[in-house]
């Protein structure tokens, strides 16, 4: 049950310029009930997109129709808080395929690797310009060649490499999961829970 | 003589399966902790893998995120939550998985209930579909919290893949005042070093005024290690840790008890060891803290002001203002006096029987003022029988207070026990998100002692000026 490969992305990028937008923003508690790994899509930032009676709110950026794409663009430490992982299928359900801020929270990285969503880190100033060309340009187009950990601004022909586990890269790019790769080396774990006994 | 190591180095190393070249380790994880809302997906995954669960001896299963906090004798009301926990019952059935669900006398909070059965143990990696795995680092443990898809990888191989987090160490020295509690050290540290501070590390709390706490308070510090970024937070194991788990349900006992301490003793931080990273805070100027905007590093003194906007580095004052605006307040108000419409007593991080005891205590002979409702939730069903055996229910009974039945309850709000829109809690809780405790809730993070000053005065109060003597 490998993830989706990850293959090169050119898109336009939606912007959301909030610092420390944490899980309960992302997928709120009361959307976890679901026993299967569908549908969170729609919930996603339910209480941003939303108000109390059901009904869109304008000016948040996922519900401006000049902002679309497959590329997330958020303030600094992104993914804060719980460690559900619906948080990540659920940005991955609505559609974004990758998620650029200055700072990640560590489970939500993970998460968003193990289900083949490519967060990606640049230096405050770079993401800052980021959001300034989005400002001016809401269909400013971003490439994003994880084969050579490269994001390229199309217009300017700006460059912002970024890193990745050589590991993880390998997996998204081949579509491996970690399960797989667990299982692969059972022999290896039951010889290490032998010796440890 | 080896290179001088870390707590955290000692006990990740000797779990090492394997080293991935330029990639994480594989982490074998003595103990796994589930629970209804983030396993269901997991096994769902193992069908489809047609894979079993490699060790059920070492998984323990608890239904505790979406359950009711009264009437837990009749069938859960709400379908969704229902089927959550049914599918937990079915899934540990079906795979030999010990569940203590709901009625059941070791039902509670999967972070109470693992330390208070002996499960958590010194030395351990102990994993869970939770961030407040962090917990369980207070007896000497690597825990943290994980995903659903690593919950899937620990239920097939009981490994984890994961990069070796870097170490921070974290030293308060000096004695704690009067009214100030480990939440406190917990909110003052988040405040210091920030939400995101601690991300990529792991924790280690040491000094005189960490090893003063208690087992359960240096759960409450360990439990909000995440909330500073931080995957895990520890205290190396002494006798506090050897007391407080001898002779529990999952210890070990006999000859295996004198062997396990030798070991345990052992866990500590070479003297000349490196941290990647270091803070040095002084107990004394530490003071009941109470958070004042949406995410836990949004906290000050109780006698301080909130901070200006002006004093904010460049860039930080729209999430400032934001947050500010959500909650109603201002910049440079005073905490003090401000309006209170729910206290929240419970969670994993204060919903243990030290935390009903300090409540309590305050609350005795006291009334709950009219404006406020109090939810009172045990982590347990331990420390619900114990909080009835102490007679603890009697004085909160007394005071105008009732005990709900165990659960998360409004830490998360997925159950019923939600804070109406735009209402004012005061809780005990480790996140105040917008909308953690329910759509629009505005939420105050405290210490028990000042959830029970705010209870009894109706407003926000420093719980020093209720202390006698």
């Known amino acids: 049950m490998a993830i989706e490969k990850f293959q090169k992305i050119t898109s336009s990028a939606v912007p959301l310029p909030i610092e420390n937008v944490d899980t309960d923003q992302i997928i709120p508690a009361r959307f976890l009930k679901a026993v299967e790994r569908k549908g969170f ?27 679309r794409g497959e590329i997330l663009v958020a303030g ?8 559900r992982e619906h948080a990540a299928w659920a940005i991955y359900d609505y559609g974004f395929r990758v998620v650029i801020s200055s700072f990640f929270a560590d489970i939500f990285r993970n998460n968003a690797l193990n289900n083949g969503l490519l967060p990606i880190q640049v230096s405050s100033e770079e993401l800052q310009m980021i959001f300034n060309l989005i400002d001016e340009d809401p269909a400013t187009s971003i490439a994003v060649d994880l084969e050579n950990q490269l994001l390229t601004i199309e217009k300017t022909g700006k460059t912002i490499p970024f890193d990745i586990n050589a590991y993880k890269k390998e997996c998204l790019l081949n579509g491996y999961d970690d399960i797989d790769y667990l299982v692969s080396i059972k022999s290896e774990i039951e010889a290490f829970e032998k010796d440890k006994a | 003589m080896s290179q001088p190591t870390t707590l955290f180095d000692k006990v990740w190393d000797r779990h090492v399966v ?19 809302v983030t396993s269901p997906v997991a096994f769902l995954g193992l069908e489809k893998r047609d894979l079993k669960v490699a060790r059920p001896d070492k998984t323990t299963a608890t239904a505790d995120h979406n359950v009711p906090t009264i009437n837990q004798h009749l069938s859960i009301e709400d379908q969704l939550s229902r089927d959550q926990v049914e599918m937990l019952t079915t899934n540990c059935a079906k795979h030999n998985i010990p569940l203590y669900g709901l009625n059941h006398k070791w039902q509670g909070i999967v972070h109470v209930i693992g330390p208070e059965l002996g499960l958590t143990q010194p030395g351990m990696t102990i994993v869970c579909g939770d961030s407040h795995t962090s917990t369980h680092g207070a007896f000497g443990a690597v825990a943290f919290g994980i995903g659903t898809s690593e919950v899937e990888m620990v239920l097939a191989t009981q490994c984890i893949m994961q990069p070796k987090p870097k170490k921070m160490l974290i030293n308060v020295e000096g004695v704690l005042s009067k009214g100030v509690t480990a939440k406190d050290i917990a909110l003052y540290i988040i405040s210091r070093i920030t939400t995101s501070g601690g991300t990529g590390h792991f924790i280690e709390y040491a000094g005189s005024a960490i090893r003063s706490l208690t087992m359960e308070g240096r759960m409450t510090l360990c439990n909000m290690s995440i909330e500073s970024g931080a995957r895990g937070g520890m205290v190396a194991p002494d006798e506090t840790t050897f007391s407080y788990l001898k002779d529990r349900e999952f210890a070990p006992n006999g000859v295996h008890w004198e062997k396990a301490v030798e070991d345990w003793r052992g866990l500590k931080t070479d003297p000349d060891a490196k941290f990647d990273k270091e803070y040095h805070f002084d107990a004394a100027d530490i003071e009941p803290m109470i958070t004042y905007g949406t995410n836990p590093g949004m906290s000050v003194k109780i006698s301080e002001p909130i901070p200006k906007a002006e004093s904010l580095q460049n860039g930080e004052g729209a999430s400032f203002r934001k947050s500010l605006d959500y909650m109603g307040f201002g910049d440079g108000d005073i905490m003090k006096g401000k309006q209170v419409d729910y206290v929240f007593v419970g969670s994993c991080t204060n919903g243990r029987i030290e935390d009903l005891r300090a409540f309590s205590e305050f609350v005795k002979g006291k009334q709950k003022a009219d404006n406020v409702t109090a939810w009172i939730v045990p982590g347990s069903k331990q420390v619900e029988a114990q909080a009835i055996e102490e007679g603890l229910v009697d004085i909160l009974n007394d005071a105008g207070f009732e005990m709900r039945q165990p659960g998360c309850s409004a830490c998360l709000a997925m159950n019923d026990d939600k804070i109406p829109a735009g209402k004012y809690s005061v809780s005990t809780s480790n996140r105040n998100f917008e909308g953690r405790q329910g759509p629009g809730a505005r939420t105050m993070l405290v210490s028990p002692l000042m959830a029970a000053a705010c209870a009894i005065s109706g407003k926000i109060t420093d719980p020093r000026e209720l202390i006698e003597g």
């Open chain 1, 41 to 67: 899509g729609e919930n996603l930032f339910r209480d941003w997109r939303y108000d109390k009676s059901d009904q869109l709110i304008p000016d948040f950026p996922l519900n401006n129709p000049e902002f």
């Open chain 2, 18 to 36: 394997k080293h991935i070249t330029g990639g994480p380790n594989v982490l074998y994880i003595d103990r796994h902790l589930i629970h209804e």
């Open chain 1, 76 to 83: 600094k430490n992104f993914g804060s808080g719980s460690s």
